[in-house]
């Protein structure tokens, strides 16, 4: 396997266009995986996540506690990632990647909470070796939301949905300052999905050939459609969304509509940073969310009580914040 192999990772929260987005990498050659998970009514034109990849995810997710439907909201403690069984865990996942890209100069995947198991997944790529490359989805957290409620109406509720967004952006996200990266707006890669593959096959360092002009616009005019975008917030109430994650979403924007660049040390030190510092705080709040919702479930409430006790607890806990 080539020191030099390249891996582009498609990370961001759920139902921001990680599917979509991630389908737009095969456009550019870039090989996905020979296992791909199958669409569903969730995502008719499919996932485009590798299982063996996924399967991972999901070890690795339940050994630290979480949810396999990425409900939980609480940032994972560091500590975990240094214990032995997240070790053997990576040292699986290393050897069944390995196998599965071998001879492969770059491939890529998505996986959901990727973002807040990305410790994890930055010792596995190294010990591979490969260079990761971050395409972040971003997708108006008022359109997450709504998406959302389409397939889980307690998950669909704003401020639970607003924490969801938060725990999938937020957590590790300063890992990437030193990685290549770009932001993709679902939104405007609807609008315009050439110029946004373009933008990724930029960072990426993919060469536009004939061939890989075909792809995209095979994929600006086969793939994407309108009924890919079932929810648009041009006109959204900012007031709705959780004061975290409407900053995070403005901030994340100006880098995807390249208002402002990764490159100024600003972004970091300043902005990001204050979004980081207000999200660890939420912690003991979030921790309690998540140990009040798996009660719940566990005491088997009515959807209506666990709604309303949930609901009630978010709001009256982020007052005080």
């Known amino acids: 396997m080539s020191e030099n192999?390249?891996?582009?990772?498609?990370?961001?929260?759920?139902?921001?266009?990680?599917?979509t987005i991630?389908?737009?990498?095969?456009a550019l050659g870039i090989e996905l995986g020979n296992n791909l998970k199958p669409g569903s009514a969730k995502n008719p034109k499919g996932f485009f996540e590798?299982?063996?990849?996924?399967?991972?995810?999901?070890?690795?997710?339940?050994f630290f506690g979480l949810t396999t439907t990425g409900s939980d909201v609480r940032p994972v403690d560091q500590s975990q990632f240094h214990h032995k069984k997240a070790?053997?865990?990576?040292?699986?996942?290393?050897?069944?990647?390995k196998a599965k890209f071998s001879g492969q100069a770059i491939w890529g995947f998505k996986s959901g909470g990727v973002l807040r198991l990305l410790p994890f997944w930055e010792n596995v790529l190294t010990n591979i070796p490969a260079e990761p490359i971050y395409v972040v989805a971003l997708r108006n957290p008022s359109s997450v939301?709504?998406?959302?409620?389409?397939?889980?109406?307690?998950?669909?509720?704003?401020?639970k949905s607003d924490l969801e967004w938060l725990a999938r952006m937020v957590p590790f996200f300063f890992m990437l300052k030193n990685r290549k990266k770009v932001v993709v707006d679902y939104d405007t890669l609807l609008s315009n999905p050439a110029r946004q593959l373009e933008r990724m096959a930029t960072v990426i360092g993919i060469e536009i050939t004939d061939q890989i002009r075909s792809g995209i616009q095979d994929y600006s005019e086969n793939f994407v459609e309108p009924s890919l975008r079932h929810h648009t917030s041009s006109n959204f109430n900012e007031e709705l969304i959780n004061p975290i994650t409407l900053r995070a979403y403005k901030t994340l924007s100006q880098i995807a509509l390249d208002k402002i660049s990764f490159e100024d040390n600003e972004f970091w030190d300043d902005s990001w940073k204050k979004i980081e510092n207000d999200f660890q705080n939420l912690s003991p709040v979030l921790k309690h969310i998540d140990l009040l919702e798996h009660k719940l479930r566990a005491k088997n409430f009515g959807f209506d009580n666990a709604v309303s006790i949930i609901l009630s607890r978010i709001k009256s806990k982020l007052k005080i914040i």
């Open 50 to 62: 590798d299982l063996d990849i996924l399967k991972i995810n999901r070890d690795i997710s339940t």
């Open 22 to 26: 991630t389908r737009g990498l095969s």
């Open 87 to 97: 070790k053997e865990i990576q040292k699986s996942a290393t050897e069944i990647l």
């Open 145 to 159: 939301a709504m998406s959302r409620k389409n397939l889980n109406p307690l998950r669909g509720v704003q401020e």
């Open 5 to 19: 192999q390249k891996v582009v990772i498609v990370v961001g929260a759920g139902r921001s266009g990680t599917s």
